[in-house]
């Protein structure tokens, strides 16, 4: 069991201006959209970080400390931290649980270090009742026990090796979000879909949801750049089979999107994403029933507040593709009985990623998903977005379109420390000029 002593420890705000390049834009964040943020938990030199945007950023940090003194966790066993952790929180979700992630996350670093594995490493390695004893099963054993997960993890044994050495060779499975931002330019999104394609991307995905003409004439110009295909609806991904998929943000209620929807079938997504409110099980439900006979399926979870809106939207059938955020969740922990319950659902999941960091962290938990519970790559992928690797000591590796498995220990989050004193908000030199810039 992973123990430690908190030698250090600091949190820090740090942010990114990606607004003023129209990155990240959508249907719900325009270019007033001023940056990403999250902050910089320090355990023993190990930076991990949490995720949001505008001004749920400033809570996050005061948040993080605020735990972290009531926890008094300087001498730590993980699972112990998290059941700690999830007394505090009380009702898991909001600001407060993002908080939490980002102290587990960094929890999780520091164990995969001691180890001298990369995180996908050591979960992968470890026994799995070691694993199970980090998952709290609470408010989800009407669907999933830890017998069932046991058996699951026990049927993963086979075949792990080939599957790792798979991994180590070719890589995970990954889709663009980088080319098709809705600030972005028409003349911007095909000199970045003509890049993407050169570099051997075949999976695309557009943000919609603001206006049915220009979504219609912007999925057009991707749909005959990246070529036609006769149904994507069971698309196994290949390769050279070319996709697209549509991301809404949540714009939409229930009937505005089976409409819309109705009105892009003819570019054949292989999904819509957030059609409507992450909170809205029944709605997601509704609209996944009516997409049934256009081919097309409904993406979520980016969003979902904790493991026990997941179960309800799989319970519900209210998902073809299920969506885990690395931050959002209660880190590693809560992560992992979300793929749980994915696969005993027969769920792919397709992890959301993107942001700053977020592809660094979800790499590791879709390759150990791989390679010891879903065991499959059907109609798996994993997002990618090619914007602030350069910020990060361990950026991602991608080699023809797929994820390589990281190779340095640790959860590859820590940050270079110029990039931090940079951009650390409002100090950092970047804000002092963007800042200084408004003010004039």
């Known amino acids: 069991m992973a123990r430690g002593r908190i030698s250090r420890l600091s949190v820090r705000d740090v942010r990114f201006p990606t607004s003023l390049g129209g990155h990240g834009s959508d249907a719900m964040v325009s270019l007033s959209w001023l940056f990403l943020g999250f902050l910089h938990l320090h355990l023993v030199g190990m930076g991990h970080l949490s995720f949001s945007i505008q001004t749920l950023t400033t809570r996050l940090p005061m948040l993080s400390w605020r735990l972290m ?16 952790a999830l007394k505090l929180i009380g009702p898991e979700k909001g600001v407060v649980h993002l908080a939490t992630a980002a102290i587990l996350n960094a929890v999780w670093d520091l164990w995969a270090k001691q180890e001298g594995k990369p995180l996908w490493k050591l979960l992968v390695d470890m026994d799995p009742r070691t694993l199970l004893s980090c998952i709290d099963f609470r408010y989800i054993t009407d669907v999933l026990t830890e017998e069932d997960a046991y058996e699951i993890l026990k049927k993963g044994q086979v075949g792990k090796k080939e599957r790792e050495e798979q991994m180590l060779m070719h890589g995970y499975p990954a889709y663009t979000t980088s080319c098709a931002w809705l600030g972005y330019s ?33 999925c057009r110009l991707i749909r005959d750049m990246i070529g036609p295909e006769k149904t994507l609806a069971a698309c196994a991904c290949p390769q050279k089979r070319k996709c697209q998929m549509m991301d809404a943000n949540q714009r939409w209620d229930v009937p505005e999107a089976v409409e819309w929807m109705s009105k892009l079938a003819e570019f054949k997504p292989l999904w819509i994403e957030e059609p409507t409110s992450p909170d809205d099980i029944l709605g997601h439900a509704t609209i996944s029933k009516a997409l049934v006979p256009l081919g097309i399926g409904v993406a979520t979870g980016e969003q979902c507040h904790n493991r026990v809106i997941f179960k309800q939207l799989l319970q519900a059938n209210a998902l073809q593709f299920l969506q885990i955020d690395s931050c959002r969740l209660g880190s590693v922990n809560e992560n992992l009985s979300v793929l749980l319950m994915a696969k005993k659902f027969g769920i792919p999941v397709c992890p959301h990623a993107g942001g700053v960091g977020l592809c660094e962290l979800v790499q590791h938990l879709i390759i150990f998903d791989y390679i010891s519970v879903s065991t499959s790559l059907k109609n798996r992928m994993c997002e990618y977005v090619d914007h602030l690797h350069e910020h990060f000591k361990y950026p991602v590796v991608i080699k023809q379109a797929s994820y390589m498995p990281p190779k340095d220990a640790g959860y590859s989050t820590e940050m270079k420390e110029d990039s931090v004193r940079k951009h650390q908000y409002p100090d950092g030199d970047v804000w002092k000029k963007l800042l200084a810039a408004q003010e004039n």
């Open 186 to 218: 028409d003349d911007t999104l095909k000199q970045l879909c003509a890049a993407a394609l050169k570099d051997g991307w075949t999976r695309f995905k557009v943000k919609v949801g603001a206006d049915l003409q220009d979504d219609m004439r912007r």
């Open 69 to 84: 003194q009531e926890m008094d966790s300087r001498d730590m066993e993980l699972p112990s931290l998290w059941e700690k």
